[in-house]
Nanobody
C-alpha cells in the first residue's frame, strides 16, 4: 500500500521559514517525480513545486508565486522530499499536499499525479 506522509506544518509569522517533509512508502521512490501542491479555503488546489525522478535528472520546477522563496529537494537515501519555505507570506496559508507521479516531466496539474498525502496545514499570520 502506497502512503505519503507529510510533516512540518505549523503556524508562523510573516517572514518566517518552515520546512515540510514527505516520506513516501510502498513505492520505488527513485521512479517517481514528486510535487507539492497547496489548497487554501475556497480555492482550487494549486501546484507549488516539483522535482523530477532520478533517472531524468534532478530538475526542479516552481510556481511563479513561490520561486526564489521555496526550495524543493529530495534525499534518495532517506526516501524523502522536502519543501523549504522562506520569507513566508499570509497568502501562503493553505493545506500543503505531497504527491507522486510516474511521468518523465513535472506536471502542474493535480490530475496527473498518482498518489497523494493527507496534507499538512501551514498558517502564516501578518
Amino acid at each position: 500500500q502506497v502512503q505519503l506522509v507529510e510533516s512540518g506544518g505549523g503556524a508562523v509569522q510573516a517572514g518566517d521559514s518552515l520546512t515540510l517533509t514527505c516520506a513516501p512508502t510502498g513505492l520505488n521512490f527513485s521512479s517517481y517525480g514528486m510535487g507539492w501542491f497547496r489548497q487554501a479555503p475556497g480555492k482550487e488546489r494549486e501546484f507549488v513545486a516539483g522535482i523530477l525522478r532520478i533517472r531524468s535528472g534532478d530538475s526542479t520546477y516552481y510556481a511563479g508565486s513561490v520561486k526564489g522563496r521555496f526550495t524543493i529537494s529530495r534525499d534518495n537515501a532517506k526516501n524523502t522530499v522536502t519543501l523549504r519555505m522562506n520569507s513566508l507570506k499570509p497568502e501562503d496559508t493553505a493545506v500543503y499536499y505531497c504527491a507522486a507521479n510516474r511521468r518523465l516531466d513535472v506536471p502542474n496539474k493535480s490530475s496527473e499525479y498518482d498518489y497523494w498525502g493527507q496534507g499538512t496545514q501551514v498558517t502564516v499570520s501578518s
